[in-house]
T-cell receptor, first 114, second 113 residues
Framework: NAGVTQTPKFQVLKTGQSMTLQCAQD?????MSWYRQDPGMGLRLIHY???????DQGEVPNGYNVSRSTTEDFPLRLLSAAPSQTSVYFC?????????????FGPGTRLLVL | AQSVAQPEDQVNVAEGNPLTVKCTYS??????LFWYVQYPNRGLQFLLK??????LVKGSYGFEAEFNKSQTSFHLKKPSALVSDSALYFC???????????FGPGTRLSVLP
């Protein structure tokens, strides 16, 4: 199993540009989520999905869109990038609603918005 | 509101000495508690979790954590630190009736040779 994979590893954008951060998992996990990591703030939840076709907002959803057309993929879209979105983005997955399940994280995407 | 606090931004310890990384939480109901570690330019890796039962849980790489319900704490410990333990450590809580994890701000551990 590859686990949770993310592409790209690093991206530079100009203000106003759009892009999609890709996330895929091969563990047949129902639950997937996107976090951003900023210094001194830990990880903050952007969006999450409890299964294909179902998404919901997390703590900091503004400026981001998600979709979940398949169990495996959970892309994160920035429609109009802003410097405040400069961050490291992590995708995570876990098996399901079982309370004991551990989250598995991807390697991250480092995004710089100029 | 649910929250997780890690009161120390940085913890320095000499190799071979015991280490403690502190975590306190505020959440309604019985929480599920986790520790993750992040090495440079890597994603978060699971260390250990407390769900129920024995208050002392053992995890990967010789780490353990003690759940203290009265103090709402879940401190991470290791009897003898290694230089390779140097990393960023995150405490996380998942409320019993919630779907999502809440993470602390992280504590950077430096183990000095």
């Amino acid at each position: 199993n590859a686990g949770v994979t993310q592409t790209p590893k690093f991206q530079v954008l100009k203000t106003g540009q759009s892009m999609t951060l890709q996330c895929a998992q091969d563990m047949n996990h129902e639950y997937m989520s996107w976090y951003r990591q900023d210094p001194g703030m830990g990880l903050r939840l952007i969006h999450y999905s409890v299964g294909a076709g179902i998404t919901d907002q997390g703590e900091v959803p503004n400026g981001y869109n998600v979709s979940r057309s398949t169990t495996e993929d959970f892309p994160l879209r920035l429609l109009s990038a802003a410097p405040s979105q400069t961050s490291v983005y992590f995708c995570a997955s876990r098996a399901g609603s079982n309370d004991q399940e551990t989250q598995y994280f991807g390697p991250g995407t480092r995004l710089l918005v100029l | 509101a649910q929250s997780v606090a890690q009161p120390e931004d940085q913890v320095n310890v000499a190799e071979g000495n015991p280490l403690t990384v502190k975590c306190t939480y505020s959440v309604s109901g019985n929480p599920y508690l986790f520790w993750y570690v992040q090495y440079p330019n890597r994603g978060l890796q699971f260390l250990l979790k407390y769900i129920t039962g024995d208050n002392l849980v053992k995890g990967s790489y010789g780490f353990e954590a003690e759940f203290n319900k009265s103090q709402t704490s879940f401190h991470l410990k290791k009897p003898s630190a290694l230089v390779s333990d140097s990393a960023l450590y995150f405490c996380a809580v998942r409320p019993f009736y919630g779907q999502n994890f809440v993470f602390g701000p992280g504590t950077r551990l430096s183990v000095l040779p």
